[in-house]
C-alpha cells in the first residue's frame, strides 16, 4: 500500500491558495489548509468537503507568528509524523490600489516604471505597506520553510514550492551589478540578501530609488519576490534531496490582483500543483512560468 503523503499550503482559504489544496486533495494528497482567520479557514474546508473531498484538514497559521508556526510544527509532528510538501502561498502586494482607476487602466499591465508618472491616482505605495510586504513574502516565508524542514527532511520525496511572481524577474531590476549578483547563485548567501533587502527599504524611505536601479513600480512586492527566487535557488543547492522550485501562476483573477487578469484561480494552481507533485529526478532551483520553466531574468509573458 503506497504511504500517505502529506502537504501544507499557506493561505489556503481562497484563490489560488484553495484551489492548490483542491487540486492536491484530487490528487489524493492529505492537505493541511492553513489560514490566519480561523473562521474563514474552517469554511473553505467546509466547502472543499461538500465537494467530496474529505482528506483535508484545518491549521490556523499567521506566517508572521512564530507562536503559530511553532503549533503548526508540532500538529504535523503529532498528528502524521513527517511533511512531504510545503506550499508557501501566503503572500501581500504592498501596494493601494484606486480599484476603479487600477481596473480601468489595464490593472497590473500599466505597472511598469515607464508609467510611474501617470500612477500617481492609481496605486499608492507607502512605506509602512512595502516592509510589511517584505516581512511576509521573504522574512516570513523564510521562517515558516526552515521551520518545517526537519519534517520534510522525513519524507522520502519532500517538496517545496515557492509561489512567486513574474514581479520577481530580475528584468524590474535597473541595477545591473545587483542583477549579476543576485543572479550569482554559487557566491550569493542568506545574508547577502538580508543586505540587499534593507538596502532596499533605505533608498525606499530616501526616496532613492531610481538613482540605485529599484523598480520603480509595486516595488516592494517585485524586491520582496526577487529575494524570495533567490532562496529557492539557495535552499535547491543547500538541500539537494529536497525538490525545491518557485511559480509564477499567471495573472489571475484573485483578490490580490482586485479581481483583474487573464487567468482563474484554478487555472493558476495548475503550475504549483504541478511543481509539488514532480518526480523525484524532477528539476530543482527553477523558475517555473505557469508549467513551463524559465528564465528568473528575462520573461516574454505574464
Same mark, same amino acid.
Given at each position: 500500500?503506497?504511504? @500517505? ?8 482559504? @481562497? ?18 489548509? $492553513?489560514?490566519?482567520?480561523?473562521? *474563514? ?27 503559530? +508556526? ?41 505597472m511598469i516604471d515607464e508609467n510611474v508618472h501617470l500612477l500617481t491616482n492609481v496605486v ?17 516565508? @523564510? @521562517?515558516?520553510t526552515e521551520s518545517l524542514i526537519p519534517l520534510l527532511q522525513l519524507s522520502e520525496s519532500p517538496r517545496i514550492v515557492n509561489v512567486t511572481s513574474i514581479y520577481g524577474n530580475l528584468? &524590474? ?10 543572479? %550569482? +547563485?554559487?557566491?550569493? $548567501?542568506?545574508? *547577502? ?5 534593507? &538596502?532596499?527599504?533605505? %533608498? ?9 536601479? &529599484? ?17 529557492? *535557488? ?19 483573477? $484573485?483578490?490580490?490582483?482586485?479581481? $483583474? ?29 505557469? !508549467?513551463? !520553466? ?9
Amino acid at each position: 500500500m503506497e504511504e @500517505k503523503r502529506y502537504a501544507v499550503v499557506t493561505g489556503g482559504n @481562497k484563490g489560488i491558495g484553495f484551489e492548490i489544496c483542491r487540486q492536491l486533495a484530487s490528487n489524493g494528497i492529505e492537505v493541511i489548509l $492553513t489560514a490566519r482567520n480561523e473562521s *474563514r479557514g474552517l469554511e473553505a474546508i467546509k466547502k472543499l468537503n461538500v465537494s467530496g473531498l474529505s482528506n483535508v484538514v484545518f491549521h490556523q497559521l499567521d506566517i508572521k507568528d512564530p507562536t503559530s +508556526i511553532t503549533r503548526l510544527a508540532n500538529f504535523i509532528e503529532t498528528h502524521f509524523r513527517k511533511l512531504d510538501i510545503l506550499i508557501n502561498n501566503a503572500a501581500e502586494i504592498g501596494i493601494v490600489m484606486h480599484e476603479e482607476e487600477f481596473r480601468a487602466g489595464g490593472g497590473f499591465l500599466q505597472m511598469i516604471d515607464e508609467n510611474v508618472h501617470l500612477l500617481t491616482n492609481v496605486v499608492e505605495e507607502p512605506y509602512e505597506l512595502g516592509e510589511q510586504c517584505l516581512n511576509t513574502n521573504y522574512y516570513a516565508t @523564510k @521562517k515558516i520553510t526552515e521551520s518545517l524542514i526537519p519534517l520534510l527532511q522525513l519524507s522520502e520525496s519532500p517538496r517545496i514550492v515557492n509561489v512567486t511572481s513574474i514581479y520577481g524577474n530580475l528584468h &524590474w531590476f535597473h541595477n545591473e551589478k545587483l542583477k549579476e549578483e543576485l543572479e %550569482d +547563485i554559487e557566491n550569493l $548567501t542568506e545574508e *547577502r540578501i538580508d543586505e540587499i533587502i534593507q &538596502w532596499f527599504l533605505r %533608498d525606499f524611505k530616501a526616496a532613492k530609488l531610481k538613482e540605485n536601479g &529599484w523598480p520603480l513600480t509595486s516595488s516592494a512586492y517585485k524586491v520582496s519576490k526577487a529575494a524570495l527566487n533567490a532562496y529557492t *535557488r539557495l535552499m535547491a543547492k543547500k538541500f539537494q534531496n529536497i525538490r525545491v522550485n518557485c511559480v509564477h501562476p499567471g495573472y489571475c483573477v $484573485t483578490d490580490i490582483t482586485s479581481h $483583474t487578469g487573464f487567468l482563474t484561480a484554478e487555472e493558476g494552481a495548475k503550475g504549483p500543483v504541478m511543481a509539488a507533485l514532480l518526480p523525484d529526478d524532477g528539476p530543482s532551483g527553477v523558475f517555473f512560468n505557469k !508549467m513551463q !520553466m524559465a528564465s528568473f531574468s528575462s520573461f516574454d509573458a505574464y
